[in-house]
């Protein structure tokens, strides 16, 4: 799941909804629906399996709302314009701090886990072009159907900057941004500089924490390779991966809930022999193709990332790394 959300593989977050969440697919529907609900990332929730994909529209305002609670483990502060108004060097009004509501649905550790996923998307993920902040940020990349919108949302301990770049004056129409417009290339140039000037005139430039108190207490963190998930091994890369204990204290292993070890290695020996037959294709010369001049968003080289989104008017149509695909439910 790690991998899947570093690296923007949506299929993964899509099978989720058999089996990863509840039982049967309609209920894992509802259940999103219910959180995205509370943790008010939408006013209303149509309930249809494209919503997982991002299929509904929602405000950056509430997006970076949430993004904040995933700072916090769990605690959505109130979007609010006025922080304080002063009158003659006297504060006559300030912003409740109070007003921040949990999330209860989802426990800390959970937000945790999620907020170590959102450093790898920086670290190794979509969002690698500032791979050197991950200590600091962790966020998102996201691109919707023919780059139509590119956005990405990042936050550090203090501050939780939503970026979008789309045509709101399109009159009503999709407009595309132009091939590879992605998350990572158009909007994540955009948070660096805001974020540096955020920890120049803001709020210090601080690593972002480990569990609190409480998640803590639900979690075992080790270190593990990041290919298999088993414990590191020769030149392995390792990385620490918090997972969740029962009462006592014994990691609950769910890394082949989903889908068994043979499938998993399986599915292993096909990305490897995909890689393979990609290195024995590309040109020899060393050259790479030539970024799209006409597109005046992206000014820098092409990286691999997938495109995803829902195409409108079929309310069947998946689509990730250019392949449609159609639930099997």
């Not at 509430?62 to 605690?75: M, R, T, V």
């Not at 791979?131 to 159907?145: E, I, M, Q, R, W």
């Not at 998640?215 to 290919?227: T, Y």
């Not at 204290?249 to 890394?255: E, M, N, S």
Request: contains cysteine; neutral net charge.
């Amino acid at each position: 799941m790690r991998q899947a959300l570093e690296n923007s593989r949506n299929l993964a977050t899509v099978h989720l909804l058999d089996g990863g969440i509840e039982s049967k697919p309609e209920a894992s529907l509802n259940r999103l629906c219910d959180l995205a609900l509370e943790a008010q990332i939408y006013r209303e929730c149509l309930r249809y399996y494209p919503f997982v994909l991002g299929a509904e529209p929602v405000r950056p305002v509430d997006l970076a709302a949430f993004y904040a609670s995933i700072a916090n483990e769990g605690l959505r502060p109130a979007p609010h314009v006025v922080e304080s108004i002063e009158r003659n060097g006297v504060v006559v009004y300030r912003h409740d701090s109070k007003s921040s509501v949990a999330i209860k649905s989802v426990d800390r550790a959970a937000f945790y886990q999620l907020k170590t996923m959102l450093q790898g998307v920086l670290a190794r993920g979509t969002a690698r072009a500032i791979a050197g902040l991950s200590p600091y940020v962790a966020g998102k990349t996201g691109t919707s159907d023919e780059e139509n919108d590119a956005w990405f949302v990042g936050f550090t301990n203090d501050v939780t900057v939503a970026v979008w770049i789309g045509y709101d004056n399109a009159d009503g129409k999709r407009r595309t941004l132009g091939g590879g417009s992605t998350g990572g290339h158009v909007a994540v140039p955009i948070f660096e500089p805001v974020i540096q000037a955020v920890w120049a005139y803001a709020a210090p430039k601080v690593a972002l924490p480990p569990p609190s108190l409480e998640a803590k207490r639900q979690l075992a963190c080790k270190s593990v390779d990041l290919e298999s998930g088993e414990a590191p091994s020769g030149r392995a890369k390792a990385f620490s991966e918090c997972f969740r204990v029962d009462r006592k204290g014994k990691t609950i292993d769910t890394q082949y809930r989903l889908m068994s070890h043979e499938e998993a290695s399986h599915a292993k020996h096909d990305r490897e022999d995909g890689a393979v037959r990609k290195a024995a294709s590309a040109p020899r010369n060393g050259s790479a193709p030539a970024p799209n001049s006409g597109n005046a968003w992206s000014q820098h080289p092409w990286e691999p990332q997938q495109q995803w989104g829902w195409q409108s008017g079929s309310g069947q149509q998946w689509r990730d790394d250019r392949r449609e695909w159609k639930p099997s439910w």
